[in-house]
């Protein structure tokens, strides 16, 4: 079953709306998460490392104030797309790895949230 | 500098039949770990196999299998056995450094798409 659980799976909203992403580990405790950005028909890119208890670690180029990352239990990791735009449409997908396992252990993944904005 | 190439923006393979999707890859780490991943179309990413920069078998996983080849930095992936719902996009990824700790980051090729055909 999921490890990873990522919420809502669909988001329509209207330009200039704040859109919150949830990411839940779902039996483990993921001090990190990761947040990536896919376009249609192109690969992940990281926009950013999401800390438990801490700032999180954005990828250059990627606005801090835009898209807002809040890591406040070790098993959730919101993502906030502030002053959504059309622009911002993509599917955005969570992901956290089980800590302490072997250097060959995955990367769980949500099921991604695809985010249209109008 | 492109750390994970796939050169194949799309495959075709009939049902039943082997495929070879490739990924080169660029590091300095003398440590690394190389996964693919499949994203059907419903987008979640699906975790297929792993090969360990140290490891000195190829991986398998059923039928996956990885041809890791060192010293040409590729690791492409093999499925043997084509099934229908194969068809897929299939990603490499990178994680360089090595260790137990959860907070490393994946680096994605562009993926390839598959089409198993009856």
């Known amino acids: 079953g999921a490890v990873v659980s990522q919420h809502p799976s669909w988001v329509i909203c209207k330009s200039g709306t704040s859109v919150k992403i949830e990411c839940r580990s779902l039996?483990?405790?993921?001090?990190?998460m990761f947040w990536y950005r896919q376009f249609p028909k192109q690969s992940l890119m990281l926009m950013a490392t999401?800390?438990?208890?801490?700032?999180?670690?954005?990828e250059q180029g990627v606005e801090k104030d835009k898209f807002l990352i809040n890591h406040a239990s070790l098993t959730l990791s919101t993502l906030t797309v502030t002053s959504a735009h059309p622009e911002d449409s993509s599917f955005y997908i969570c992901s956290a790895r089980r800590p302490g396992t072997s250097s060959g252990q995955p990367q769980h993944f949500g099921d991604g949230t695809r985010l249209s904005i109008l | 500098a492109q750390k994970i190439t796939q050169t194949q923006p799309g495959m075709f393979v009939q049902e039943k039949e082997a495929v070879t999707l490739d990924c080169t890859y660029d590091?300095?780490?003398?440590?690394?770990?190389l996964f693919w991943y499949k994203q059907p179309s419903s987008g979640e990413m699906i975790f297929l196999i792993y090969q360990g920069s140290y490891d000195q078998q190829n991986a398998t996983e059923g039928r996956y299998s990885l041809n890791f080849q060192k010293a040409r930095k590729s690791a492409n992936l093999v499925i043997s056995a084509s099934q229908l719902g194969d068809s897929a996009m299939y990603f490499c990824?990178?994680?360089?450094?090595?260790?137990?700790?959860?907070?490393?980051?994946?680096?994605f090729g562009t993926g390839t798409r598959l089409l198993v055909s009856p």
């Open positions: 999401s800390n438990e208890g801490s700032k999180a670690t954005y």
């Open positions: 990824a990178m994680r360089e450094g090595q260790g137990n700790t959860g907070f490393q980051k994946l680096v």
């Open positions: 039996d483990f405790q993921a001090t990190t």
């Open positions: 590091t300095s780490d003398p440590s690394y770990g």
